[in-house]
């Protein structure tokens, strides 16, 4: 069983920045793939960012592409999602979430074992 605790959320202005942090429980964190999804009011969890296992692979959805950028701690067992420029449409609820085994590509919901509760991410405008 592997938890995962995001934090990090707030609010803050449009063109401002946060940075959320997931820390996951486990003495096998490397082994995991990575990733962060969000999920605004009303509509469905989207893929933001992920990280490969070896952290050589960090796909990205298009909307996010340099602004955000995921990275990886694993002696803190800890992965990272620095957003910048944020805008108001990116209110959502971020979750990070963690891959067990390769089944699935990185930016598909169905390729998660394990997801957090979430933090909140309100940019307002």
């Known amino acids: 069983q592997v938890q995962l605790v995001e934090s990090g959320g707030g609010l803050v202005q449009a063109g401002g920045s946060l940075r959320l942090s997931c820390a996951a429980s486990?003495?096998?964190?490397?082994?995991?793939?990575m990733a962060w999804f969000r999920q605004a009011p009303g509509k469905e969890r989207d893929f933001v960012a992920g990280m490969s296992r070896s952290g050589s692979i960090t796909p990205y959805a298009d909307s996010v592409k340099g602004r955000f950028t995921i990275s990886r701690d694993n002696a803190k067992n800890t992965v990272y999602l620095q957003m910048d420029s944020l805008r108001p449409e990116e209110t959502a609820v971020y979750y990070c979430?963690?891959?067990?085994?390769?089944?699935?590509?990185?930016?598909?919901?169905?390729?998660?074992?394990?997801w957090g509760q979430g933090t909140q991410v309100t940019v307002s405008s």
């Open positions: 979430a963690a891959e067990v085994q390769s089944r699935w590509p990185l930016t598909t919901s169905r390729a998660y074992d394990y």
């Open positions: 486990g003495r096998t964190f490397s082994s995991y793939a």
